[in-house]
């Protein structure tokens, strides 16, 4: 049997694209948010939810309220990366996602992030996250 | 009196954004079509036109169903630009802008392209354009 | 034995990501210029050659003359497609690459389009692709 | 005779771009750490410094090593903000910018972020800034 940490994360191969690479020769410091994104659709799909279904069947929103992210190493073109997700914190009205970009091997870490959300509707009016929603994004 | 030629096209000034660039030190070739967008956006704007209000309260969409670019010269970070935008041709269900993307003193010209459009509605079904705005957008 | 039609495309599965929305919820038009360019390193990787190689260790850069994309159905978030590259022309100065984003089941067919590229060293001289690399990338 | 903190910033004034927005209708969470960098672009500019300069004739780079935002209230498409952009701390090695997004009137806050960025050169290794540039980065 997994125990709680060892379950909880949701992986997802990317790949650093020529388009998010800067004169630097480095990934831009603003895609490591698009791939939190992309992490943590992979970890709501991973429980059975989507943004699609959430926003268009519940009229459920995440929008983000505070992002932030370490950075320790620069990731160039072509490398292929990990981004783990895991939930940091759940409450009625607050999800907060924490995420590490590492190597494949997982030996590196590039970088390492949070971002905050509360639930709203498409007016931007604040929602609590009904309870089956909970249990499933609590993994 | 200026003729047609000279009247009919909107110059917008940007500068080369460091997100923009790539590990070659180049504006990445997808972003002239960002500039492309905001130029048709100044271009309907200047027309009295914005596309929040033709989506908001016509319901009317401009999706692009072709776009092209030829890039004669490479963009660098921090180099300011216009783009010159003109509309190419305006039929009842199809729209073109033209664009060029040239030095602020005129003297280079780094791109030009075009973008075809047709009017849709929000469920992607083709609409005509009223005649009004086919007027302004004429300029 | 494959024959050429066949052997010379190299498919690449990617998803929408929320970044790459726009506010008429379909993927912005930019973006497939970014799916092109993941489209032609993964047939560039699968010949064996990358960019990363090409540009450090041979000094050869393969800026974008021309690029058009002809946008057939939107993609939508989350929703997964196939880039489908292949070589459409090959001479010692230019290459054109063709792409196809499509459907999983290869069904649909979303966009189209093609870039044009030509050889230059890191100063933008141009250059001829060494024959080695020529047969490589004719797959 | 200004007071230190009104002599401090430097506004930069942007409009959000379809590109930039997402299918929520708001202007997706990554681009507000692009603006942030137009934001710093601008600050060193109108100090006399420019990244060019610093990257090419200095072999300084300014690396992020944090960034940080918190999201008050969503931007919309067509809005125009300002983004400004101060110093927050400079010693030899690190440097803190401090930005907020508001509006053209200055009453309403959209965002207010940070980015903490370490001198290197080309290769990543840590360097001293120059007391010339400093003092002109310390307005």
Same mark, same amino acid.
């Given at each position: +049997?997994?125990?709680?940490? #060892?379950?909880?994360?949701?992986?997802?191969?990317?790949?650093?694209?020529?388009?998010?690479?800067?004169? +630097?020769?480095?990934?831009?410091?603003?895609?490591?948010?698009?791939? @939190?994104?992309?992490?943590?659709?992979?970890? &709501?799909?991973?429980?059975?939810? %989507?943004?699609?279904?959430?926003? #268009?069947?519940?009229?459920? @929103?995440?929008?983000?309220?505070?992002?932030? &992210?370490?950075?320790?190493?620069?990731?160039?073109?072509?490398?292929? @990366?990990?981004?783990?997700? *895991?939930?940091?914190?759940?409450?009625? *009205?607050?999800? %907060? @996602? &924490?995420? #590490?970009?590492?190597?494949?091997?997982?030996? %590196?870490?590039?970088?390492?992030?949070?971002?905050?959300?509360?639930?709203?509707?498409?007016?931007?009016?604040?929602?609590?996250?009904?309870?089956?929603? *909970?249990?499933?994004?609590?993994?």
């Amino acid at each position: +049997m997994k125990g709680k940490d #060892e379950s909880q994360h949701v992986d997802v191969k990317l790949q650093v694209r020529y388009a998010e690479t800067d004169q +630097m020769g480095h990934a831009y410091y603003a895609n490591y948010l698009v791939w @939190f994104e992309v992490g943590r659709a992979a970890y &709501c799909r991973a429980r059975g939810l %989507t943004y699609s279904k959430l926003e #268009e069947d519940d009229n459920i @929103f995440l929008p983000v309220v505070h992002a932030g &992210c370490r950075y320790m190493r620069p990731l160039r073109y072509d490398e292929e @990366f990990i981004v783990r997700t *895991r939930v940091g914190e759940l409450r009625s *009205r607050v999800l %907060t @996602f &924490c995420y #590490e970009i590492m190597s494949v091997d997982e030996g %590196t870490s590039y970088a390492e992030g949070e971002t905050t959300h509360v639930f709203t509707d498409d007016q931007v009016r604040p929602r609590r996250l009904p309870q089956a929603y *909970r249990e499933l994004l609590d993994g």
